[in-house]
């Protein structure tokens, strides 16, 4: 069977790219944010999100819209679970059919790593409400559903991008900017007055490397631009990447830096910023990246292998401009660290 035959995927190792998106692109061109996100990575091309049409479009809304026998519509208070499909439902399915359109038509003849983001189990618990208003957090049996609807909405998506784009390897990226705060019991109730109690570590682990299962032939990466990543959860969760703000690292991160590292699990590191700044040059952005290395006493050479370039977060709170910007600048900042790793 040769590579166009197999969907491109299981007759080749993994190779990630060097630099690519987190996910959010300002305005609300499909095909323009298409152009972008596949003309500036030819490594590792994305399917960028579009926040700015509306809900449906936001990453809550487009995850619902994925979930199978749950529907999502939009209250005052954020997006609640009701009976049957509505029109929320229908606009966020009919956006993810403009942005895989527009996928499709700039990556004709694409054949590599290409990454698609979802939320994943426990942001989406903590953001979606049940019908009495509280969040899917506060019952788990209702987070229970949640996670096996994800798993099989998502294992339905990534069959669709594989259909439209058959030479790619698929990389599935789960945002989890809620995780620290759900293990940590610090997601509010509705009232404001109180938080949900804290999840145990081993369930959320659990829960992560089921969704994440749906993923048979291509890595998983999870994706928080909150501080305090939990590296070692997500490494023993299966996880293949951890995404994360690279700004917001601290001393206690770095031991489990290290044995992700050493571990073979993919650094994807947010070195650019986010919303529109002056950038400094390409080496000075990923200084801080050598800087680290040399303080783990990691081997340079082993830097490109281990370490992609992304923004800090999602570039929806960007000008078009400055994310075009953004982007190329981190191609040139992973070029900088792969041609000078010391």
Not at 47 to 69: K, N
Not at 289 to 312: F, H, Q, S
Request: proline share 7%.
């Amino acid at each position: 069977m040769n590579d166009s035959q197999s969907g491109g995927r299981s007759d080749r190792p993994f190779v990630f790219g060097p630099a690519t998106g987190v996910g959010s692109l300002p305005g609300g061109d499909a095909r323009e944010a298409a152009r972008t996100a596949t003309g500036s990575f030819e490594d590792l091309p994305f399917l960028p999100e579009l926040p700015a049409r509306g809900p449906g479009a936001d990453m809550i809304g487009r995850t619902a819209g994925l979930l199978v026998e749950m529907y999502a519509r939009v209250e005052p208070s954020g997006w609640r679970l009701g009976d049957r499909p509505g029109r929320d439902t229908r606009r966020a399915r009919s956006w993810l059919g403009e942005d895989l359109d527009a996928l499709e038509e700039f990556t004709q003849g694409h054949e590599g790593p290409l990454k698609v983001q979802a939320v994943g189990p426990w942001t989406l618990a903590a953001a979606l409400e049940l019908r009495n208003g509280e969040a899917v957090l506060s019952d788990p049996g209702a987070v229970r559903d949640l996670a096996a609807s994800l798993a099989e909405g998502l294992r339905l998506h990534l069959a669709e991008v594989r259909r439209r784009v058959p030479g790619a390897q698929l990389v599935l990226q789960l945002d989890e900017p809620s995780l620290t705060a759900v293990l940590r019991g610090r997601v509010r109730t509705a009232s404001g007055y109180r938080t949900h109690r804290a999840v145990d570590r081993q369930l959320v682990e659990a829960t992560l490397r089921d969704v994440a299962g749906v993923q048979e032939d291509g890595p998983v990466v999870v994706h928080s631009c909150a501080p305090d990543v939990p590296f070692a959860l997500l490494r023993r969760a299966g996880v293949a990447g951890i995404s994360f703000d690279f700004s917001l690292l601290t001393e206690r991160d770095e031991e489990a830096i290290g044995e992700a590292v050493e571990s073979g699990t993919r650094l994807l590191a947010g070195v650019v910023p986010g919303t529109d700044t002056a950038l400094s040059d390409p080496a000075g952005s990923v200084m801080g990246v050598r800087t680290l290395w040399r303080r783990l006493g990691l081997r340079p050479g082993l830097l490109a292998e281990a370490v992609t370039i992304t923004p800090a977060c999602g570039l929806a709170g960007a000008s078009p401009a400055y994310a075009r910007k953004a982007l190329a600048h981190c191609v040139r900042a992973a070029r900088s660290l792969a041609d000078n790793p010391e």
